[in-house]
């Protein structure tokens, strides 16, 4: 089964703060997804790489910035948090389309980020 | 404006009862339809993927049907169980299969 680990369940940080929110996967996949999930709203495309060192913006990139220095690890910047940054964060990974065949993404457990 | 909009918000159905989650959308072209369910506290797990030429597809006690012509799917619990309680999230996406359309979500609570 392909497993999807963020390094924390939950983080407390100040208004200002550097955040880093780590993601790593084993399945050998070349995307990686940060979602971001708020109440009511759907999950919304914060960034996606779909090789080593390459990103793209998603949606909403604006105040945050990413990092993929290795395949199975996508990292997520908080440059300067801010309270409307508070929200559950969600890793994901897939494999690329091959073959007529679209493959799901694999979510990790979500990192819920409270911003004070 | 979303472009994948879910109804209801929310359900409580009895246990060993049936229920039918609808999804309709706008986005356009289509490529592939997706039902996610998302226990609390949990990531997002994979339960069907369509593309515009499948109209139903099974997993166990879940069925997914899509109609392209009229943008809507449904996902249908059959003979619900506690764990079913969950939230239930359509996911579509357009040619560019790297960004999806994600629904709010049905949250369904199953009682016993």
């Known amino acids: 089964d392909v497993k999807v680990t963020q390094s924390s369940r939950y983080l407390v940080k100040r208004t200002g703060e550097k955040v880093f929110l780590e993601c790593v996967q084993d399945?050998?996949?070349?995307?990686m997804f940060w979602y971001r999930q708020d109440p009511g709203l759907g999950l919304r495309l914060i960034y996606f790489?779909?090789?080593?060192?390459?990103?793209e913006k998603g949606d909403i990139p604006e105040g945050y910035s990413v990092s993929r220095e290795k395949k199975e690890r996508f990292s997520l910047i908080l440059e300067s948090a801010s309270t409307n940054q508070t929200s559950m964060y969600l890793c994901?990974?897939?494999?690329?389309?091959?073959?007529?065949?679209?493959?799901?993404?694999?979510f990790g457990n979500g990192t819920r980020l409270t911003v004070t | 404006k979303n472009q994948v909009e879910q109804s209801p918000q929310s359900l409580i159905i009895l246990e060993g009862k049936n229920c039918t989650l609808q999804?309709?959308?706008?986005?356009?072209?289509?490529?592939?339809l997706r039902w996610y369910k998302q226990d609390t506290g949990r990531g997002p797990v994979s339960l069907t993927i369509?593309?515009?030429?499948?109209n139903t597809k099974s997993n166990g006690r879940y069925t997914a049907t899509l109609d392209a012509d009229t943008k809507q799917s449904s996902l249908h619990i059959t003979a619900s169980q506690l764990s079913d309680s969950a939230s239930y999230i359509c996911?579509?996406?357009?040619?560019?299969?790297?960004?999806?359309?994600f629904g709010a979500g049905t949250t369904v609570t199953v009682r016993a």
């Open positions: 399945m050998d996949h070349e995307n």
């Open positions: 999804c309709n959308y706008t986005v356009s072209p289509f490529s592939n």
């Open positions: 994901a990974s897939s494999s690329s389309f091959l073959d007529g065949n679209y493959s799901p993404l694999h």
């Open positions: 996911v579509v996406s357009g040619i560019n299969d790297y960004k999806l359309s």
């Open positions: 369509m593309t515009f030429s499948e």
């Open positions: 790489s779909y090789d080593v060192k390459m990103k």
